[in-house]
């Protein structure tokens, strides 16, 4: 995603995370695979504002940062140094594989990973489709056949909610507190 898109979304994505922050626990978490981009942007705001981090990582962080520019590798790495907010997960701990089946299974695994642990899906997506395994489309499809709530910013800043049955519904960013809110996920209260 470019510069002046990144800029365009930027408030959007800091509202958003704000009515978040609003959800009623004090202990806020930001489940990230901190790729470069969209990515980088959102841990960076919501380490601003409190929340801690867990990063999901597809392959070993040393291997992983290594594909980054030099500015983004120290984004990176500042953001992983802040005490008390970072866990780090790393789903493939070896050598980053080539192009092909082994790192795209990497991938999908971080991204399934965090489904399995988010509690919803914010998406800062172009609405296509995957470009490959684990890719934003695959993902915002997977969380919404979970069942968990997704909070989409699409790239004109405009944020949709998907609701189940209901399917997707233009909101503006302070409706994000009524799908983060307590008893909106399913299995609560």
Known sequence: MDQATLARLAPVVQQVLQVCALSGSQDRWLISGMADGVDLLVTTMGAEMGYRLEAILPFARSAYVMAFP????????????RPGL????????????????????????????????????????????????????????????????????????????HRG????????????????SVGQFPGSG
């Open 70 to 81: 030099e500015a983004v590798r120290r984004q990176f790495e500042d953001l992983l140094a």
């Open 86 to 161: 970072a866990q780090v997960v790393e789903i493939y701990s070896g050598v980053v594989p080539p192009p092909g089946e082994a790192r795209d299974a990497a991938f999908l695994a971080a991204g399934r990973r965090m489904l399995d642990i988010s509690k919803c899906l914010l998406a800062i997506w172009d609405g296509a489709p995957a470009r490959g395994p684990g890719g934003t489309g695959q993902i915002v499809a997977e969380a919404i056949a979970r069942g968990l709530p997704v909070l989409w910013i699409d790239l004109a800043g405009h944020l949709r909610v």
């Open 165 to 180: 049955r209901a399917g997707w519904a233009v909101v503006e960013p302070a409706a994000a507190w009524e799908v983060v």
